[in-house]
């Protein structure tokens, strides 16, 4: 399936760039340009995709990723659509400095929340959204929370945003005793990690 749309696409829209990443482990997909986006979207619509099930981000670092994830009910079909953008600026609170890409807003309403949610948890300008703001942070928040390189305010209007007496450090060390009860590394993923030298490789081995 994803080999065929994505030669339709290439035939569809020109510039797309379609190709399928057909996965021996986990989802495949169509990765497509970035500016092509919302042309993509209206045509694989038009060939029966007319649920638009979630909109998601993640950052790689050198990259922000969006995930559309689509679905064609009538025919019983999934497809994971993927493209990609530059990271800019997610430091501040400033749509100019961040990445953009065209809203999907008027092929499915919806995307409307979702590219909300992308928009305030990734940092991903969407252009010709209707209402775009935050959705679960103020309007006024600092930065972007899933980016790898967020960093938590200190305070928000002279409230400590993260009080040491209501974080259960405890937990930061879970990880790592959970490793060494099961003795092999590899087969626990933990996202707390130490200073420690030893438990800072354990946790890239399971991840």
């Not at 990259?63 to 559309?68: A, F, K, N, P, Q």
């Not at 497809?79 to 609170?93: E, V």
Request: net charge negative.
């Amino acid at each position: 399936m994803h080999n065929e749309i994505a030669s339709k696409l290439n035939g569809q829209v020109s510039g797309s760039n379609a190709v399928a990443n057909i996965a021996t482990v986990g989802d495949s997909s169509v990765m497509v340009e970035a500016g092509k986006i919302l042309e993509v979207c209206k045509a694989l619509k038009a060939e029966g995709f007319n649920v638009l099930q979630a909109v998601t981000g993640t950052d790689y670092a050198d990259r922000i990723e969006l995930t559309y994830i689509l679905a064609d009910f009538t025919n019983n079909r999934e497809l994971l659509l993927k493209t990609k953008l530059g990271r800019g600026d997610g430091s501040g609170n400033n749509k100019d400095t961040l990445p953009k890409i065209d809203s999907v807003v008027s092929v499915w309403n919806a995307a409307n929340f979702q590219e909300r949610e992308t928009y305030d948890m990734i940092g991903v300008n969407f252009v010709g959204h209707p209402d775009l703001r935050r959705i679960l942070t103020p309007d006024d928040w600092q930065g972007y929370p899933l980016r790898r390189d967020y960093v938590v305010q200190e305070k928000y209007l002279d409230m400590v945003v993260n009080p040491a007496h209501k974080i259960n450090s405890a937990d930061h060390m879970f990880g790592k005793k959970l490793k060494e009860e099961i003795g092999d590394p590899k087969k626990v993923s933990a996202s707390w990690k130490s200073n420690d030298s030893d438990e800072s490789e354990d946790a890239k081995d399971g991840e």
